[in-house]
């Protein structure tokens, strides 16, 4: 599994993996929540079978992130 890089909590956008940003974009369009309630996001990105996007604010929130 990729591991994604985090600036004080903020996901650098250029390194995320495209399938990624396309998921944070649609969860983004439907409006359902607001995109700082990173819980609420989270449960949206499962029940959309959003597994990577779900996996990748698991890894930041645990501080499993690297450089790379």
Same mark, same amino acid.
């Given at each position: 599994?990729? #591991?994604?890089?985090?600036?004080? !909590?903020?996901? #650098?956008?250029?390194?995320?993996? %495209?399938?990624?940003?396309?998921?944070?974009?649609?969860? #983004?369009?439907?409006?359902?929540? %607001?995109?700082?309630?990173? %819980?609420?996001?989270?449960?949206?990105?499962?029940? #959309?079978?959003?597994?990577?996007?779900?996996?990748?604010?698991?890894?930041? !929130?645990?501080?499993?992130?690297? /450089? /790379?």
């Amino acid at each position: 599994m990729k #591991r994604y890089a985090a600036v004080r !909590g903020l996901i #650098r956008p250029w390194q995320l993996d %495209n399938d990624v940003k396309e998921h944070i974009l649609a969860l #983004r369009a439907t409006g359902l929540t %607001n995109m700082f309630d990173v %819980n609420a996001v989270q449960r949206l990105a499962v029940e #959309r079978d959003f597994h990577e996007l779900a996996a990748a604010l698991t890894m930041i !929130g645990q501080g499993m992130y690297g /450089s /790379s």
